[in-house]
């Protein structure tokens, strides 16, 4: 008899550490062109198509990407349903001792994974890791079939929440068509969107390593540490390695932690990384597994109009992100990476809010390198109904969609808490917080988030009105996206102005909380001029900007300016688009629109309300 498909592991429930290749773990990247087959009428399941080798119309697609737009054929772009991606799993000769994992970075929407048939796990949400344990599936020196099932189909318990239905097809209604309805305005990209790699651990190993840093005294930290192994009794030593590599000798260690003297400050711009070196030893004294997990050490306060990292009050400047561009979409895309923070320095931005979904493990890393501050979101994006029917509803966000969140705030707490960068947590973008049901939904996310991360300030992004909304008073930062001056106010920045400038007041008065513009903007077409500042010209872009700035500067509860977006992206169509989202301050290739040169202008000087504070 086969062996039950072991149960899959998410980052909070451990052995789903980020992948590390040393003398006991290695790594195989299973990157590359794989083949892909479309579930058009949605028959894969009932087929049985993970039983044999795909057959039929077969694609071949990279690994990681999104599959949407990589092919000349909207019906493949816009298809509801499922994919099945399918490559050969070569297991080393060599790992033959080993403890063999697949190890998923994400798999949109919904991944079912099967070895020769056999189906080894499922997991929900497309934007945080999960792994599985081959265990017996599997001999050292063999080759099997892996066929992933993505599903991108996505309801009310989904974060991000949409609606799909089937429906006559217009042109013969004897067929049937599968529609869905997404509550955010972003292409629903899918597939294998992340790396997928196979690990090779020792069979006693180190699950997880959470580390917490806490300042004692002016330059004395603490460094508490939690390591779990799956090797009873578990012993382990730990050294710490300053950002240069070299050792360094604690004043002092205990059962799980250690004390040092003034360590060097992950400050934002200057991303001073340690790490945690972890060795698991057996009960003779010899090593059976290492893990290196990094770390910073810094501070985060909030008061009731400023935000303090290190105890310096911090003004964020920088932009709403998506982690997406053309061809690939939304994936990890390491030459984009690496230019857009490129971009992100040339322009002096400081911080980034991960909207609307966590970022790529290798995103976080160079944040962390880069002393790049981030709002790291969850991907609870689609909460809202503005015509105001309610949301927090039975049929709609309800007790499973509730659960999932909080399995998704547990999820991501795991994979990011080391990351210096990550300075707060967003736990949702644009939500109907005003309605009633969103205060008890939203105090057990916010509750549940702050239990498992006392150290880091919470928000929740929010487009309503001050005086609507009914989880504001729950959070520690006021976020806010306004768009006066383009979807209210179209193109009257006089009066755009002096509304924006009476509603971050009034959140302030209301809430005594530091506010921060998480998004505005204005939708621009690179190359389109006008002397008259006229609505999609980059004049216009500017013209916009300028007038936030000016209110901004004013107020000294506000603590940053997070334009919407670094750069274009694509949407789903519609008329308030034009190819995409435009409001990007560079293009979707990142060519810098004219307004990148005005806020690489304002972003070299410190602004003078934080000048005058940390003197
Ligand atoms: C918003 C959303 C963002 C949209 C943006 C827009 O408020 O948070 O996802 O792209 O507005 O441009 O409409």
């Known amino acids: 008899m086969d062996p039950e498909p072991k149960a899959i592991s998410t980052p909070s429930t451990g052995d789903c550490l980020y992948p590390q290749a040393n003398r006991f773990r290695d790594v195989r990247d299973l990157g590359g062109m794989w083949r892909l087959k479309i579930d058009w009428d949605d028959q894969g399941l009932s087929e049985a198509w993970h039983s044999q080798p795909l057959s039929g119309e077969i694609l071949h697609a990279p690994v990681p990407a999104a599959y949407n737009d990589l092919f000349a054929d909207a019906k493949i772009r816009d298809h509801v349903g499922a994919v099945y991606y399918e490559t050969e799993l070569q297991i080393p000769a060599t790992w033959k001792s080993q403890s063999i994992h697949l190890r998923f970075d994400a798999a949109a929407h919904h991944a079912t994974v099967w070895l020769d048939g056999k189906e080894l796990g499922k997991h929900k949400g497309g934007f945080l890791p999960f792994a599985i344990d081959l265990g017996a599936h599997v001999s050292a020196g063999r080759a099997y079939r892996l066929t992933v099932r993505c599903d991108n189909r996505l309801d009310w318990t989904c974060l991000p929440a949409g609606e799909h239905w089937e429906e006559p097809h217009p042109s013969d209604p004897s067929r049937t068509r599968r529609r869905q309805e997404i509550h955010f305005d972003f292409i629903n990209d899918t597939g294998l969107t992340r790396p997928v790699r196979l690990l090779a651990l020792p069979e006693r190993r180190i699950t997880s390593v959470s580390i917490c840093p806490r300042r004692k005294s002016v330059s004395l930290w603490t460094v508490e540490y939690s390591i779990n192994s799956n090797s009873d009794p578990c012993v382990t030593s730990v050294r710490i390695l300053d950002p240069d590599e070299k050792e360094v000798i ?11 003297e003034s ?30 997990q990094t770390f910073g050490f810094r501070t985060v306060e909030t008061l009731s109009d400023s935000f303090l990292i290190n105890g310096q009050e911090f003004y964020f400047r920088g932009f709403g992100k998506h982690e997406e561009s053309a ?3 939304r994936c990890l895309d390491l030459p984009m990476l690496t230019k857009d923070f490129s971009l992100l320095k040339w322009i002096g931005a400081n911080s980034i809010r991960t909207s609307h979904y966590p970022y790529s493990e290798e995103f976080m890393q160079m944040a962390d390198r880069a002393g790049l501050v981030v709002i790291d979101e969850a991907p609870a994006v689609g909460f809202n109904q503005f015509d105001g029917t309610p949301v927090y509803h039975p049929d709609k966000a309800n007790e499973k ?32 917080t005003e309605q009633e049901a969103a205060r008890p939904y939203f105090k057990s996310v916010i509750e549940g988030t702050r239990q498992l991360d006392p150290s880091r300030p919470i928000t929740i992004v929010e487009d309503r009105a001050p005086s609507q909304s009914l989880v504001a008073d729950m959070v520690d930062v006021v976020s806010i996206n306004r768009y006066f001056g383009w979807y209210q106010y179209c193109a009257d920045l006089d009066l755009a102005e002096v509304k924006l400038e009476e509603d971050m007041r009034e959140w302030h008065e209301r809430f005594d909380k530091p506010v921060i513009m998480a998004e505005y903007g204005a939708d621009t077409i690179h190359g389109f001029h006008s002397v008259t500042e006229d609505l999609f010209t980059e004049e216009f872009q500017i013209a916009t900007v300028s007038r936030y700035h000016a209110v901004f500067d004013r107020l000294p509860h506000v603590i940053g300016e997070h334009i919407w977006n670094f750069a274009d992206f694509a949407t789903k169509p519609g008329i308030k688009r034009i190819w995409g989202n435009r409001k990007g301050v560079f293009t979707r290739e990142r060519h810098p629109k004219s307004v990148a040169h005005v806020l690489r202008e304002r972003w070299s000087q410190t602004p003078q309300k934080i000048d005058a504070h940390n003197k």
């Open 250 to 260: 604690p004043i002092e260690s205990g059962r799980n932690f250690l004390a040092l």
């Open 263 to 292: 360590p060097r400050l992950w400050k934002p711009g200057d991303g001073q990384v340690y790490t945690l070196e972890v060795a698991l030893q057996d009960e003779l004294g010899s090593t059976l597994d290492t893990y290196r």
């Open 327 to 329: 061809t690939r979409g």
């Open 401 to 432: 969609t509730l659960a999932h969140h909080l399995d998704v705030m547990g999820d991501l707490l795991a994979r990011d808490s080391h990351h210096p960068s990550v300075v707060m947590w967003s736990v949702a973008n644009e939500a109907a």
